[in-house]
């Protein structure tokens, strides 16, 4: 759940998972910020799927929009505004449930504390993997801008 985010972000592994095809995605070109630390990222399309919250004595059916990300994941899908605006939906962070009107009363849908954290965990591992990265690119570019040419040094002692 990410009540911050405009967008409904689905993986594009969690497709393969699923068995959706590649080719049911519609291209889109606009890139989005705030997913990746201090990145822009490009999906890859955008697909509509039906997503369906409980069973089948109370549950609810909408279909949703999802811009299709490829990079390495975290959750398996990112809901945000949409979804909650569709499914009239009220998030509650503190509790880590959402809530929802069904056919049969309100549904609600958690998960646990333990889950919440090891999610947390493993995306910020993943964060900060990124930014270490970025800053190892930069300094290997600074090493090697530095370094002396060796050819030029065996010239030198000749």
Do not use: W
């Not at 201090?38 to 697909?47: D, E, N, T, V, Y």
């Not at 970025?134 to 002396?148: D, N």
């Amino acid at each position: 759940m990410d009540g911050g985010s405009g967008l409904n972000i689905m993986y594009v592994e969690t497709l393969d998972t699923m068995g959706i095809d590649r080719a049911c995605i519609r291209p889109t070109g606009a890139p989005f910020h705030g997913i990746m630390p201090r990145k822009q990222a490009m999906p890859l399309g955008q697909i509509d799927l039906p997503i369906t919250f409980r069973g089948p004595s109370n549950y609810r059916t909408e279909t949703l929009t999802f811009e299709v990300v490829g990079f390495n994941r975290i959750y398996h899908a990112i809901l945000g505004r949409p979804c909650y605006a569709k499914f009239m939906a009220v998030p509650n962070y503190t509790y880590l449930k959402l809530k929802m009107p069904g056919l049969g009363g309100v549904i609600t849908v958690g998960t646990s504390f333990q889950c919440a954290y090891k999610c947390k965990v493993e995306c910020c591992d993943h964060a900060t993997m990124i930014v270490a990265f970025g800053e190892l690119t930069a300094l290997r570019k600074e090493v090697t801008e530095e370094a002396p040419n060796p050819k030029r040094a065996l010239r030198r002692s000749s």
